[in-house]
């Protein structure tokens, strides 16, 4: 198991803790609806930067397979697609 696999949700909590007392516990503070928008709109527009658009109207099926198919172990790594 790589390193960062483990140390990197330590660093997010830590870092949601953090932000959570410096604003004196309010936990309203940590909800921010322009910054939630544009994260979300800089990543939906990096990713039609990156990729086709016929790639990109093909996301919504790629999350729905991602959480419907079977994620066993023999078929994590081998390329083929989960039957």
Do not use: C, H, R
């Amino acid at each position: 198991m790589d390193f960062a696999t483990i140390f990197g949700p330590f660093v997010a909590i830590s870092a949601i803790a953090i932000a959570f007392v410096l604003d004196e516990g309010n936990p309203v503070s940590l909800i921010n609806w322009p910054s939630f928008i544009l994260v979300i709109g800089g990543t939906l527009g990096a990713t039609m930067v990156a990729y086709p658009l016929k790639k990109f109207a093909m996301l919504p099926v790629f999350f729905w397979q991602n959480f419907k198919t079977d994620s066993s172990a023999e078929n994590l790594g081998n390329g083929a697609p989960a039957k």
